[in-house]
């Protein structure tokens, strides 16, 4: 990864940790286009190989095009920054045999037990 300047850095995270602000439809909304815009400006004059990559994402403001070029200034930290903006803080996921609410064949279990304790009484 490139050394880019702080500002460059620190306005690619603001864009994508605010996704839900900036992105409408998986396309940046004008005020996202501010910030990239500013983005993009200092991104050009520190890096001027990445002008074509620039250009693209400025005709075509989608994600994955916003995506490409905050990948390369952040490498993997854009992917996980996305992720948290999308998903939020809480992690799902799908419960399985291992799940921490009794299962259903436990429920018949305990029935049988009652039913046989208060046979007995």
């Known amino acids: 990864m490139d050394d880019f300047g702080p500002d460059v850095r620190s306005l690619a995270r603001k864009l994508i940790a605010g996704y839900l602000l900036y992105f409408a439809h998986d396309s940046l909304n004008s005020d996202g286009r501010k910030l ?12 001027p190989e990445l002008k074509s990559l620039v250009r693209k994402a400025r005709r075509r403001p989608t994600l994955d095009n916003v995506m490409k070029v905050v990948e390369r200034v952040l490498g993997e930290e854009a992917r996980e920054l996305l992720r948290g903006a999308v998903e939020g803080p809480y992690i799902y996921w799908p419960l399985g045999r291992d799940s921490l609410l009794p299962s ?8 049988e ?3 046989n304790s208060s046979d007995d009484r």
């Open 36 to 47: 990239f815009e500013e983005m993009a400006r200092m991104l050009v004059y520190e890096h």
């Open 104 to 111: 259903k064949a436990g429920t018949e279990e305990d029935e």
């Open 113 to 115: 037990e009652e039913e």
